[in-house]
């Protein structure tokens, strides 16, 4: 066929289970010139044994490689791609149908705009659906907010391909957070817009990534230092203390809800939340809620070196 309009990547790693439904959500788009690009990053289930029933469908390229990493699964994907606009559905999740036709209108009207995106309904795992509680009203150019925090649910992006080439795609040194490293680059030259109603859905269930916490406020810290590093001069300190701050506080909320050996690290990290914010209202509010034990070792935890923003 002729080459796709909008190539959409799964990146699959032992989703046997949920794939099938996560390629017949794309396919489904009606009315779209697409493709459907499948990585198999090395599964060990079923998961080519389904990918076998799409093999005579010539919408879906299927890539079959050994275990490397998501990074490195998704990256593989796009690059073979061959649409001018590119989606990514992670194989545990699936778009709804009105997902394309909704978004492509936005990224054709203006080229300043590299990633429209959308919110996203939950999938509980009693099968119930929601809308997610986390909203957003923000589009243009949101780099500062951005960095503050992750607006952009990761499914929900459809993304002009050129943003991706001219930054290289998701960086394959972190296990955790690409989508946000990735944003953070492409904000910085390129506006995003959104659509306001649901085009993704995202699934709870027990063993994903996602649930590894201490993992993901890791990584964080990481892609924050490494964006300042590479550029020093395009956010103002308000903007770089707040984002520590609050990264801070949400580290130490995760230890602070864990047993006694931990306690002290959350401690050690809600201090260094207040040195970079003083005023931080979320951290005030995570301490004020310590029982009276905590209070005193949060005061005494204070005569320790903290890290200055």
């Keep these: 066929m002729n080459d796709p309009e909008v190539s ?24 779209q010139n697409l493709e459907v690009v499948v990585v198999d990053d090395g599964s060990t ?15 879906v390229r299927i890539l079959l490689q050994e275990n490397q990493g998501q990074p490195k699964a998704k990256n593989a994907g796009w690059r073979i791609a061959r649409g001018r606009f590119i989606g990514f559905c992670d194989a545990d999740d699936y778009w709804l149908p009105n997902k394309l036709a ?26 119930t659906l929601r809308p997610s509680r986390k909203r957003s009203h923000d589009c243009g150019n949101f780099l500062e907010r951005m960095f503050v925090y992750n607006l952009v649910p990761f499914g929900t ?7 991706l080439e001219q930054v290289g795609g998701f960086d394959e040194s972190i296990p955790m957070g690409i989508d946000w490293d990735l944003w953070l680059r492409i904000a910085l030259d390129w506006e995003f817009d959104l659509v306001n109603e649901p085009t993704y859905v995202y699934r709870i269930w027990p063993g994903q990534m996602s649930h590894n916490l201490k ?15 590479a550029h ?25 809800n864990q047993s006694s050996p931990a306690i002290k690290a959350g401690l050690s990290l809600l201090a260094r939340a207040l040195a970079c ?14 029982p009276y034990r905590g209070l005193r070792n949060f005061i005494s935890n204070l005569s320790g070196p903290a890290r200055s923003c």
């Excluded at 990547?9 to 788009?29: D, E, F, K, P």
């Excluded at 992006?157 to 943003?163: G, L, N, Q, Y």
């Design 45 to 59: 289930d079923n998961t080519r044994e389904v990918l076998r029933e799409f093999a005579e469908d010539s919408r």
């Design 8 to 31: 959409v990547v799964i990146a699959t790693y032992n989703m046997g289970q949920y794939v099938r439904q996560a390629i017949l959500s794309v396919l489904a788009q009606p009315d």
């Design 277 to 290: 914010r003083p005023g931080f209202w979320p951290a005030w509010r995570l301490l004020l809620g310590l």
């Design 157 to 163: 992006a459809a993304i002009r391909r050129e943003c």
């Design 102 to 127: 909704l978004q492509l209108p936005l990224l054709k009207a203006n080229p300043r705009v590299g990633v429209v995106y959308s919110t996203v309904m939950i999938l509980e795992t009693d099968g």
């Design 215 to 229: 993992k993901r406020y890791e990584c964080a810290l990481i892609i924050m230092q490494r964006f300042l590093e």
């Design 232 to 256: 020093p001069d395009r956010l103002p300190n308000k903007v770089i203390s707040t984002a520590y701050a609050d990264t801070y506080t949400n580290f130490a909320a995760f230890y602070l």
